[in-house]
């Protein structure tokens, strides 16, 4: 069945570094559509950025990903962590227009 | 941005009783989900909901849990009886379109069976 990875449960960076949160994926369908949710504490989790075009960047608030469909993956970055940054983050997987399935998240911790 | 509520926000229930999470979605959405995410584990999803009817479930949706909106009012999600592995914190999201629409989430119900 279709899975999401995110191999790094926790991610401790320094204010200012750059920011990579990994996420790969499995599917068998083509039309797979990828998104990053943020979930900061005593708030919702909401919607950060999406894709489902192959190598094409995406971006919001500083944050981009491009989906590599060759490799499966969706990576999140950001060329500078802010404090405001911590959080989790979570990639999801949706295809055949079915739910969002998430992956186990990561807690990204950014420190002064 | 939009808001999605969730009532309660915290639940304590014996063990066998029922209980009933209700979530207020995006006004003009059309599309309902609940996700269940137990403590230190990942958020799993359990159903989709439209138009009055399970859209798709997961093998985590068993025969005790089941939704509703009645009349364009709350979705919600009951579970009769509950069991102990049934504490989490639920999750409900909305929708307008399905699956590669963005999902605006609620803040959770913490729901735990003693």
């Known amino acids: 069945g279709d899975s999401v990875t995110q191999k790094e449960g926790l991610v401790t960076l320094t204010e200012g570094l750059p920011v990579m949160l990994n996420c790969t994926y499995q599917?068998?369908?083509?039309?797979?559509?990828l998104f990053w949710y943020v979930h900061y504490l005593n708030e919702s989790p909401r919607l950060l950025l999406k894709?489902?075009?192959?190598?094409k960047r995406t971006e919001h608030q500083g944050f981009h990903a491009t989906l590599h469909k060759s490799s499966s993956s969706f990576h999140l970055q950001k060329s500078s962590a802010q404090l405001s940054d911590s959080a989790l983050y979570y990639c999801?997987?949706?295809?055949?227009?079915?739910?969002?399935?998430f992956g186990a998240g990561t807690k990204l911790s950014v420190k002064p | 941005g939009p808001k999605v509520l969730q009532i309660p926000s915290h639940q304590i229930i014996d063990m066998g009783q029922m209980v009933t999470l209700n979530c207020d979605p995006v006004?003009?959405?059309?599309?309902f989900y609940w996700y269940k995410q137990i403590l230190g584990q990942q958020m799993e999803f359990l159903v989709n909901?439209?138009?009055?009817?399970?859209?798709?479930k997961s093998k985590l949706f068993k025969d005790q849990f089941s939704v509703e909106r009645p009349d364009g009012s709350y979705f919600t999600l009951k579970i009769q009886p509950t069991a102990l592995e049934d504490s989490a914190v639920y999750f409900c999201?909305?929708?307008?379109?399905?699956?590669?629409?963005?999902?605006?989430f609620g803040p959770g119900t913490r729901l735990l069976v003693l």
């Open positions: 894709s489902s075009t192959d190598n």
């Open positions: 999801a997987l949706s295809r055949n227009n079915n739910a969002p399935r």
């Open positions: 909901f439209y138009n009055g009817k399970v859209m798709e």
């Open positions: 599917t068998i369908y083509s039309n797979a559509f």
């Open positions: 999201a909305s929708s307008l379109v399905r699956g590669t629409d963005t999902q605006y």
């Open positions: 006004s003009n959405h059309l599309y």
